[in-house]
């Protein structure tokens, strides 16, 4: 239809581009965007989407707030700069359920992986899961060490969901192309 929720806004701006030009000739003019986590990976296109709804846990928020000046200057992890950095403007603090795009949205609050916590994505009508970076390829990405215990609680919350589907951000392409995890 019109409208679509975008999952994460790339490393820069012009592969945000990308993607949004490619929708629009598809026909979409509503975007809703859901930040996934802080990295800039998902992220660093958000200035593409300034005009649009930028979903985000509080915590994604609150670190790119914190790291605000080495993102714009290409110091938090090296290149690209993100300048500007467009933060997420509809911000929450735990599970909601949205109805987006047409789709109902299970916004699932998950403490693992990276400072502020990562938005996990349940999507019951299709058994989906979409789960940034909590794992990939299907390990579990436990980026602080010092909450490994939450990290195996959440990742056994998750995997207590009605899923037949796992879509995470990375992973093996051909995989994914086949139906995913």
């Not at 502020?116 to 899961?129: E, R, T």
């Not at 909590?134 to 195996?152: C, H, K, R, S, Y």
């Amino acid at each position: 239809g019109t409208k679509a929720v975008v999952f994460d806004t790339l490393i820069v701006p012009e592969q945000a581009r990308y993607v949004r030009t490619r929708l629009e000739a598809l026909g979409v003019k509503e975007f809703t965007v859901i930040n996934t986590h802080m990295d800039m990976d998902h992220t660093g296109g958000n200035a593409v989407f300034a005009d649009c709804e930028i979903i985000a846990l509080r915590g994604t928020y609150e670190a790119l707030l914190k790291h605000q000046a080495v993102i714009e200057a290409g110091k938090l992890w090296g290149p690209p700069a993100v300048n500007p950095l467009v933060f997420p403007n509809t911000l929450i603090d735990a599970d909601e359920v949205r109805n987006i795009a047409g789709f109902e949205l299970h916004l699932l609050r998950v403490d693992s992986h990276q400072e502020g916590g990562s938005l996990c994505v349940h999507i019951p009508q299709y058994k989906a899961l979409i789960v940034g970076d909590v794992a990939e390829d299907p390990a579990v990405f436990a980026n602080q060490p010092q909450d490994l215990l939450t990290n195996i609680e959440q990742t056994k919350r998750l995997m207590d969901l009605d899923v037949d589907y796992v879509f995470p951000m990375h992973g093996n392409p051909d995989k994914i192309a086949r139906g995913c995890y």
